[in-house]
T-cell receptor, first 111, second 112 residues
Framework: DAGITQSPRYKITETGRQVTLMCHQT?????MFWYRQDLGHGLRLIYY???????DKGEVPDGYVVSRSKTENFPLTLESATRSQTSVYFC??????????FGPGTRLTVT | EDQVTQSPEALRLQEGESSSLNCSYTVSGLRGLFWYRQDPGKGPEFLFTLYSAGEEKEKERLKATLTKKESFLHITAPKPEDSATYLCAVQPLRSNTGKLIFGQGTTLQVKP
């Protein structure tokens, strides 16, 4: 099906472990984004990508790593998870400086 | 500093009781203003884009308007299925990468 998907939808991990959240879109959108959503903070941009092999930091990039070897995929890696990274993570894509389309989210709990 | 403030934080309406949600923004040049709807446990769903003051967009019971300092989302005769969190976001003129700055949202509850 066309659209944007995220996996896993739910993840529980321990402090210090590495975890990767996956994002896949079928629209061939150039731009992709990772946000985290927390109570009291709203949606905050972690990283974004303008095209394959082009990524840049957003508002809250510390502790996260991204890559984009293919246009359709934009994985987000927490290299050493901390409790403060417990959050709901959303991936989004857009065709340009236009509206973004969001995935269903990944709820991550770090214990 | 670019900023988006939404009010009220929460709004409870009776079915059929029309109201408006506010999105005030401070940005050095506006490329676009976006409204999204978010249901619990789901990702934001795109509703509208507004580009210039005076512009209006409508979809079913929703109408979005834009001035130079704020946007309103008017809800006419709401139904319980309109219950959701409504998010406003701005895209600064200087942003050619599609980056958005979000407000914290207004949670709307419509009671039958």
């Amino acid at each position: 099906d066309a659209g944007i998907t995220q996996s896993p939808r739910y993840k529980i991990t321990e402090t210090g472990r590495q975890v990767t959240l996956m994002c896949h879109q079928t629209w061939s959108h150039s731009y992709m984004f990772w946000y985290r959503q927390d109570l009291g903070h709203g949606l905050r941009l972690i990283y974004y990508s303008a095209a394959a092999d082009i990524t840049d930091k957003g508002e809250v990039p510390d502790g996260y790593v991204v890559s984009r070897s293919k246009t359709e995929n934009f994985p987000l890696t927490l290299e050493s998870a901390t409790r403060s990274q417990t959050s709901v993570y959303f991936c989004a894509s857009s065709g340009g400086a236009t509206e973004q389309y969001f995935g269903p989210g990944t709820r991550l709990t770090v214990t | 500093e670019d900023q988006v403030t939404q009010s009220p934080e929460a709004l409870r309406l009776q079915e059929g009781e029309s109201s408006s949600l506010n999105c005030s923004y401070t940005v050095s040049g506006l490329r676009g203003l976006f409204w999204y709807r978010q249901d619990p446990g789901k990702g934001p769903e795109f509703l509208f884009t507004l580009y210039s003051a005076g512009e209006e967009k409508e979809k079913e019971r929703l109408k979005a308007t834009l001035t130079k300092k704020e946007s309103f989302l008017h809800i006419t005769a709401p139904k319980p299925e309109d219950s959701a969190t409504y998010l406003c976001a701005v895209q600064p003129l200087r942003s050619n990468t599609g980056k958005l700055i979000f407000g914290q949202g207004t949670t709307l509850q419509v009671k039958p």
